[in-house]
Each structure stands twice: as C-alpha cells, then as structure tokens.
C-alpha cells in the first residue's frame, strides 16, 4: 500500500476546507457529526498533553489537531482501526504531535496523567440493539469492548487533579453517563444539547467534566440542520473548521 492514498475499499475526504483528510473504509466504521463537535467542543491550550479514549480511524485527533495542545495519545483497542489512525496521523504530518496507542482503555496504564481527557464513547447499550455486519462497527458502537463505565473510569484515572474531560454521548443515555461520572468522581461542569432540527428534542449531548465540585452551566443548544434539511451556520461553521 502506498503511504498516504487510499486503498480500493477505503475513501479519502477532505475536511476544514482541504486542511485535513481523512483515509476512512467504506464498508467499516466511518465518523459522523459526532467526532467534528467533539473536537470543536474540546478545550486545548498550548503545553497541554492530551488523551483521547478510543480513537477509531482517527478522525477527532486529526481534527484536534487545528488547536493547540504538546501531545495527544490517542487509545484504540481495534488493530485496523489503530493502524488506519497511524496512517491518517502520517497523512497529516502530525508524527511529532499525535500518538495512537493501541491498547484496551480498560487496563491501560501509560504511567502518567493528562491535562485533557476526551471521547466519544460506545453508545449504544450492553445488549441492545442490532450489531453490523461489520465488527468493527459494531465494537465502536456497541458496548462491546467496553461500556460507559469503564470510559469514565479510564478517564478519571488519566486525569489531572485539576484536568477536564470532554465527552460526547446520545441523550438518552444521559442518566447512565450521570451515574457513570458521579460514580468516577467526575462532576459535569458544562453540558450543551444537541437537536436535529430547531422546535426538536435533543438527540446528543456535549460536556465538559472536573474533579472540582461547582454549578453546572447549559450554554446554547445547537441544532444541526435548519427546517429546509440544510446545516445550519452554526453547525456548518464547526463542520468547516477555524479559519
């Protein structure tokens, strides 16, 4: 295979105006919305070291990387998804910035902690729902390899005193990631609800979690599509990246 071009069952896709592309496979797991507000949504400063929990092809640590941020590691328990998240690191030349380990985030002990915690975790639950044909969808959908628990739990082990965690989630398992992070120690400290359509309820929810106890702020709901079925400027501006 030649470094950097796809092969016949995978696509290449340009994202943030051309600034990152992305290798993806066309019958095995693709990103969606998700992993653009994920790393849109997620703080990074400069001198930071940051770790993502479950990297699939590598789409949000690519995306990530427009900001600023020391080091990322990005964990991955499925050896082609990691090996195609190596390849998209090296697409974008972001060898000196950004690791994929690969690894089961349930043991994983890297011998340090981190400023940033973020995923975007298996969402749907333990024994629901109908699994892919392709296992490699299944296991970054399902709660296969892990379950919510154990994301939190891996976080909250990763994490500085004083660190954040940012996580994306459907919002019907609000109640299970509640528990999950109170059960963690976590605490949300920012939430902000995503809806299809302005007037519908909310389908995904962001957020930002701290160790430190205090309120617990909702900013603006985000709606993703106006009612002609298009993005709306809010949405398509996260979707085209910083200028």
């Known amino acids: 295979m030649i470094p950097g071009k796809p092969a016949d069952d995978e696509t290449i896709d340009a994202f943030y105006r051309g600034r990152v592309r992305i290798i993806q496979s066309r019958r095995g797991y693709r990103f969606a919305v998700d992993a653009p507000l994920l790393a849109h949504f997620a703080e990074t400063r400069e001198g930071e070291d940051v770790c993502e929990l479950g990297a699939g092809n590598g789409a949000v640590a690519v995306l990530l990387s427009v900001k600023p941020f020391r080091r990322l590691t990005a964990v991955e328990i499925q050896p082609g998804l990691a090996g195609l998240a190596r390849r998209n690191v090296d697409l974008n030349g972001l060898g000196g910035r950004v690791e994929i380990v690969e690894a089961d985030l349930r043991n994983w002990r890297p011998g340090r902690v981190f400023d940033a915690v973020l995923s975007n975790p298996p969402y749907i639950r333990e024994r629901t729902g109908f699994l892919s044909a392709s296992s490699e969808k299944s296991i970054a959908k399902h709660e296969i390899a892990c379950v919510l628990d154990d994301v939190l739990r891996a976080a909250a082990a990763l994490l500085k005193p004083e660190g954040r965690a940012y996580f994306i989630c459907p919002s019907?398992?609000?109640?299970?990631?509640?528990?999950?992070?109170?059960?963690?120690?976590?605490?949300?400290?920012?939430?902000?609800?995503?809806?299809?359509?302005?007037?519908?309820?909310?389908?995904?929810?962001?957020?930002?979690?701290?160790?430190?106890?205090?309120?617990?702020?909702?900013?603006?709901?985000?709606?993703?599509?106006?009612?002609?079925?298009?993005?709306?400027?809010?949405?398509?501006?996260i979707f085209e990246g910083p200028i």
């Open 172 to 237: 019907r398992r609000e109640g299970d990631f509640r528990r999950a992070a109170a059960e963690a120690g976590l605490r949300i400290r920012l939430i902000r609800r995503v809806l299809p359509r302005p007037g519908e309820s909310p389908h995904l929810f962001l957020s930002r979690l701290e160790f430190a106890a205090g309120p617990e702020t909702e900013i603006s709901r985000l709606a993703v599509h106006g009612a002609d079925g298009a993005f709306t400027p809010e949405a398509r501006a």
